[in-house]
């Protein structure tokens, strides 16, 4: 099984930027995809954010409101995964998580459903 454990979460304000950190063990070797998702206060529905193949090729895909402010990166030898927040607004107030696909039924895909596997979640809360 994989283990995901997320760090880096905060109160920080309008504008700020913030890292967080998903640590990855276990058997790696069954991902496909890993990625990460939001869930704001009051909300049923975990929002896709990002999600990073696995692959060498590390393709990417964003949602729309994570474009251009937010990077996925990953360090292969910390087993590390990284989501860098910039310019950060009220509304991405949220616990992050990070998830990964050990299916690969569907390439980079944004539905909360196909990921098996989940962090605990690290808060972010961005006062205005």
């Known amino acids: 099984q994989v283990r995901l454990v997320e760090s880096g979460g905060g109160l920080v304000q309008s504008g700020d930027s913030l890292t967080l950190s998903c640590v990855v063990s276990?058997?790696?070797?069954?991902?496909?995809?890993l990625g990460w998702f939001r869930q704001a206060p009051r909300e049923k529905e975990r929002e896709f954010v990002v999600?990073?193949?696995?692959?060498?090729?590390?393709?990417?895909y964003y949602a729309d409101s994570a474009k251009g402010r937010f990077t996925i990166s990953r360090d292969n030898a910390k087993k590390t995964v990284y989501l860098q927040m910039s310019n950060l607004k009220p509304e991405d107030t949220a616990v992050y998580y990070c998830?990964?696909?050990?299916?690969?039924?569907?390439?980079?895909?944004?539905?909360?459903?196909?990921?098996?596997?989940w962090g605990q979640g690290t808060q972010v809360t961005v006062s205005s």
């Open positions: 999600v990073m193949s696995w692959s060498d090729g590390g393709d990417t």
């Open positions: 276990g058997r790696t070797r069954s991902i496909y995809a």
């Open positions: 998830a990964v696909d050990t299916t690969g039924s569907r390439y980079l895909d944004s539905s909360p459903r196909l990921y098996g596997t």
